[in-house]
């Protein structure tokens, strides 16, 4: 195999965990990390960079050059980044990666950092016009907001200040399109995202996971791919939701329910590890009792969760971290990450030994 230099996109806040499970994968040497992206370098082969869990995308790297100005003049300048691009090789290192072969139309999709008097729109159609002209093919834009026709190749620009890239999609469509996900509901969970929890939950065989909040099922079908030997336990109040989990997580060994997320029907400790992404009000609102208190939620994480569990969670802030260290949670990692332009928190806590015998002398809570 040829060497190459890849680029894994991902949510801004994981590069780090997509790093290490580059290394972990033993895909190549990761020579960067930039915003939303990690850079890394291999000669492997056989090397599946297109079996990465907690990245966006995977891409080729196709040609690079100082970044341009902020005019909105400045953006056709950027038709040199095609010009400098080796088709050929791409061609053949996109196939030895586990991508098609042939370049039959071209699609591009830009961003930037900073403030710029042009638009993404303005970088795609400088870009992809030159492509088009250079293989032979048809260019479709991004103006019209339609789909591609189908076979056409993703490209993508990123300006970082710095540096102007441009890179080609090793697979055919997004990693982070999953094909188990048949079903959605409002508020599903990111599913690159819902593979880090699932990867920094340190799931073993036979552990017993829970997700109180389940929504459309992601967290548990990405739990149940990472560990096939998990037992997996899904609950939302929402009837639609849990339709929407069995669907998408069909030939896993889930079991799916309606329950409330602070009145579980289950036994005490008797929870592994527990993945959530509650709905604290943001694109999702509360409901039953979560609505009334929030110290009662985490009361019932503590309860079901055996001691020296892990739960990992992701929250909208950290203000809410005392009332699960108060139910013996201990906080063992934290780490920001920004979801559709909003800051959140992953929360990686352990329930300390000794809440077992905390938990049996408080007063138990109304149920």
């Known amino acids: 195999m040829t060497a190459a230099g890849l680029v894994a996109r991902c949510v801004h806040g994981l590069e ?46 196709a040609a690079q050059c100082a ?13 040199r980044l095609a010009e400098a691009a080796d088709l050929g090789s791409l061609v053949r290192l996109r196939r030895e990666h586990g991508g098609p072969g042939a370049l039959t139309g071209v699609e591009v999709s830009a961003s930037f950092l900073g403030r710029r008097g042009f638009t993404r729109y303005d970088v795609e159609d400088a870009v992809g016009h030159a492509l088009a002209r250079r293989l032979g093919t048809g260019y479709h834009s991004r103006r019209t907001g339609a789909a ?73 079908v990405e739990a149940g791919r990472q560990q096939p030997r998990a037992r997996l336990h899904g609950f939302d109040l929402d009837p639609q939701a849990v339709h929407a989990a069995a669907e998408n997580a069909a030939g896993l060994p889930v079991v799916l329910g309606r329950a409330d997320a602070e009145r579980l029907p289950l036994p005490d400790g008797g929870i592994d590890r527990i993945l959530s992404n509650p709905p604290w009000g943001g694109q999702v ?14 009361a019932e994480l503590g309860r079901v969760l055996a001691p020296g569990g ?9 203000g809410d971290l005392p009332a699960g260290l108060d139910r013996g949670l201990v906080p063992v990692h934290l780490q920001r990450v920004r979801i559709s332009g909003a800051q959140s928190f992953l929360v990686q806590a352990v329930l300390e030994e000794r809440a077992r015998d905390r938990r049996h002398r408080r007063t138990t809570l109304p149920r």
């Not at 990465?52 to 995977?58: E, G, K, M, N, S």
């Not at 609102?285 to 985490?298: D, F």
């Not at 892990?310 to 950290?318: C, D, F, K, M, N």
């Open 16 to 61: 780090p965990t997509v790093a290490a499970e580059i290394l972990r994968r033993g895909l190549g040497a990761v020579t960067r990390l930039g915003h939303r992206e990690v850079h890394f370098h291999t000669s492997r082969p056989g090397a599946r960079a297109v079996a990465l869990r907690t990245a966006d995308d995977v891409f080729l790297l």
């Open 67 to 79: 970044d341009v100005g902020t005019a909105r003049r400045d953006a056709g300048a950027l038709a």
């Open 285 to 298: 609102a509360g409901r039953g009792l979560l609505t009334v208190s929030l110290s009662r939620w985490w």
């Open 310 to 318: 892990t739960a990992v969670l992701l929250l909208p802030g950290t």
């Open 148 to 220: 591609p026709p189908p076979g056409h190749s993703g490209w993508r620009v990123t300006l970082d200040g710095e540096r102007a890239t441009l890179m080609l999609r090793i697979a055919e469509r997004p990693l982070h399109r999953r094909d188990y996900k048949r079903r959605s509901v409002p508020g599903t969970l990111h599913p690159p995202l819902a593979a880090a929890m699932a990867q920094m939950a340190g799931i073993g065989p036979g552990h017993t996971v829970l997700d109180p909040c389940c929504g459309a099922g992601t967290l548990l």
